[in-house]
């Protein structure tokens, strides 16, 4: 098969606009699209360019109305993590693939026009476990600068070209299931990252897989940044009045229900 990378990080929020503010003014950038498709979903969202990949929160427009996402607040406790989305030039392939393995798919999506145009599988998270998890093709192909049709038409144009996002984590009841269910499922190793825990590497960027750290139960909970200047990140956190820190060698600020670990 060919390229697997990391795209995108969806984060899901009671209420956007207060996420919003913080994660614009940290990141040192605006937002670049809002996408009026995922209305159809009760949700309204803000999406951020990170180099080549993207940082996205949700939220229900009513928050009284009865939605996915909003279900998904409810059950984790409040704001936090939401998907983990791919992307790969083997759309078909990956899609027979996760139907002889009797992954459902809960959406298979085609939009756009014949400029720019994006594609998603998204699969059932029950058959997964970690987190909701979609893997994509895009029109821009192995241009990460190229055509991605979720962010709009000129998304270069609001461009955060100095952080990356370079992997992610998921906290899980049984990391070492959880994980071997991703790798099985995207044809990737898993390795041992040590202390219960597991990693899956892809091109771009990594996977992780952790015992329960809190009472919040299965979810995505971490994200890391790769700065051109780690330094201006952390004081905009702390001007932004969010915790920050340092755990197992690396900095942090928390924003949205996650921990995004920079570098």
């Known amino acids: 098969m060919g390229y697997l990378r990391l795209r995108q990080i969806c984060l899901v929020a009671r209420d956007l606009s207060p996420v919003e503010g913080k994660l614009s003014a940290i990141l040192g950038v605006g937002v670049c699209y809002r996408d009026p498709g995922v209305g159809k979903y ?11 990949t993207f940082l996205e929160v949700v939220a229900p ?4 109305s009865d939605t996915a996402a ?3 607040l409810d059950r984790r406790r409040g704001d936090g993590g939401y998907m983990y989305i791919l992307d790969c030039d083997d759309l078909e392939a990956r899609r027979d693939h996760f139907r002889a393995m009797s992954a459902r798919i809960v959406q298979d999506l085609h939009s756009g026009d014949d400029a720019i145009w994006s594609e998603a599988i998204h699969l059932h998270p029950r058959d997964t476990g970690g987190c909701l998890l979609s893997v994509d093709r895009h029109s821009g192909g192995e241009n990460m600068m190229g055509g991605y049709h979720w962010a709009g038409p000129s998304w270069q144009e609001t461009l955060q070209p100095g952080v990356v996002i370079t992997g992610a984590g998921m906290q899980c009841e049984s990391p070492e299931a959880v994980a071997e269910r991703w790798g099985l499922l995207l044809r990737r190793p898993v390795l041992d990252a040590g202390e219960g825990g597991r990693v899956i590497m892809f091109d771009n960027a990594e996977a992780r897989f952790t015992p329960l750290s809190d009472d919040r139960g299965e979810g995505l909970s971490t994200v890391d940044l ?9 004081a905009a956190a702390r001007q ?5 820190g340092e755990a197992g060698g690396r900095a942090f600020f928390e924003a949205g229900g996650v921990r995004f670990r920079v570098s």
């Open 240 to 244: 932004q009045d969010v915790r920050t």
């Open 61 to 64: 427009k009513d928050p009284a």
């Open 42 to 52: 009760g949700l309204h969202n803000a999406l951020w360019a990170l180099g080549g």
């Open 70 to 72: 909003g279900r998904y």
């Open 226 to 234: 790769t700065c051109r200047d780690p330094g201006a990140v952390l």
